[in-house]
């Protein structure tokens, strides 16, 4: 359950937005981006474990959950910075699931100074590479179901990418797919379909990854598509300090599923990071 106490709004300059996010615990800043249609609740199960050793800062990406909608051309990196540099912190460790880690590898791209270690999980960069046909069903889906109106449908679409291709939802602790529907419908809500994209996407971050020099984890789910995990494995591969593990028997969402085996890693590599870093 999310603690209402530590949840605060970052006003932007241009005064009609705003981006609400979690600040709690002291320490080391940590970093908790989200994925896509959801928000910084996907992250409760590991929020109350992290706080103990950092202080932990998990925004709501602009147009996701409690955050405002974008009223004009934006990066989602751009605002992560704006935020940091707004609460005095950074370097920080910087962990992101499938859009948010793609924001993160962003970060390190654009703001590197704001970054002291990235962990990923399903994500390569923001410019992702789709083949598999199970994702591209699951996309035709989402449009048929947007286009209809039918948001019911496509939350339903939507939330099957939790499962990865060898499951269905019922396959899946129940909780965990409540949980995500709830997040993804308050952010579906706030959007309407002729609403206009405002993102500018960072480029060529793939040929740029190679610049990426501080260390990198990818903690992918072992029952996610070939598209996530190919693609985290690449950027490992790509970084001077890249490594990946997995969470065996999980799909898109690790840290919801399997929280205790996702957060022994992710305490070992930031543990790992530390103390590399007071040598």
Same mark, same amino acid.
């Given at each position: 359950?999310t603690?209402?106490?530590?949840?605060?709004?970052?006003?932007?300059?241009d005064?009609?937005?705003h981006?609400?996010?979690?600040?709690?615990?002291s320490?080391?800043?940590?970093?908790?981006l989200?994925?896509?249609?959801?928000?910084?609740?996907?992250?409760?199960d590991?929020?109350?474990?992290?706080t103990?050793?950092?202080?932990?800062?998990a925004?709501d990406?602009?147009?996701?959950?409690?955050?405002?909608?974008?009223?004009g051309?934006?990066?989602?990196?751009?605002?992560?910075?704006?935020?940091?540099?707004?609460? $005095?912190?950074g370097p920080?460790?910087?962990v992101?699931l499938?859009m948010? %880690?793609? @924001? /993160?590898?962003? *970060?390190? +791209?654009?703001?590197?100074?704001?970054?002291?270690?990235?962990v990923?999980?399903g994500?390569?960069?923001?410019e992702?590479?789709?083949?598999?046909?199970?994702?591209?069903e699951?996309? $035709?889906?989402?449009?048929?179901t947007l286009?209809?109106?039918?948001?019911? %449908?496509? @939350? /339903?679409?939507? *939330?099957? +990418?939790?499962?990865?291709p060898?499951?269905?939802?019922?396959?899946?602790d129940?909780?965990?797919?409540?949980?995500l529907?709830?997040?993804?419908?308050?952010?579906?809500?706030?959007?309407?379909?002729?609403?206009?994209?405002?993102?500018v996407?960072?480029?060529?971050?793939?040929?740029?990854?190679?610049?990426?020099?501080?260390?990198?984890?990818?903690?992918n789910?072992g029952?996610d598509?070939?598209?996530?995990?190919?693609?985290a494995?690449?950027?490992?591969?790509?970084?001077?300090d890249?490594?990946?593990?997995?969470v065996?028997?999980?799909?898109?969402?690790?840290?919801?599923?399997?929280?205790?085996v996702?957060?022994?890693?992710?305490?070992?590599?930031?543990?790992?990071?530390s103390?590399?870093?007071?040598?």
């Open positions: 359950m603690d209402t106490s530590d949840a605060f709004s970052f006003e932007f300059d005064g009609r937005s981006l609400v996010y979690r600040d709690a615990g320490g080391q800043p940590l970093v908790l989200h994925g896509g249609f959801v928000d910084h609740r996907m992250w409760d590991q929020i109350a474990v992290l103990r050793d950092y202080r932990v800062i925004p990406a602009r147009g996701h959950g409690g955050s405002s909608n974008a009223t051309p934006f990066r989602h990196t751009d605002d992560l910075a704006a935020l940091l540099r707004h609460l $005095d912190t920080a460790l910087v992101g499938s948010g %880690g793609a @924001i /993160a590898v962003d *970060t390190a +791209l654009e703001h590197p100074d704001l970054v002291r270690a990235l990923t999980s994500v390569g960069t923001s992702p590479v789709f083949q598999d046909p199970w994702i591209g699951i996309r $035709d889906e989402e449009m048929r286009a209809a109106g039918d948001i019911d %449908g496509w @939350i /339903a679409a939507f *939330t099957r +990418l939790s499962t990865g060898s499951r269905t939802l019922d396959e899946i129940p909780d965990v797919v409540r949980r529907r709830e997040m993804t419908r308050r952010t579906i809500a706030k959007h309407t379909p002729d609403e206009p994209d405002h993102q996407p960072v480029t060529d971050t793939w040929e740029r990854a190679a610049k990426i020099t501080v260390p990198v984890l990818a903690i789910g029952l598509s070939e598209d996530h995990i190919g693609a494995e690449r950027l490992v591969g790509i970084v001077a890249g490594r990946a593990t997995t065996e028997g999980t799909g898109h969402y690790p840290n919801m599923e399997r929280p205790e996702f957060n022994g890693i992710l305490g070992d590599f930031l543990r790992t990071v103390a590399a870093r007071a040598d």
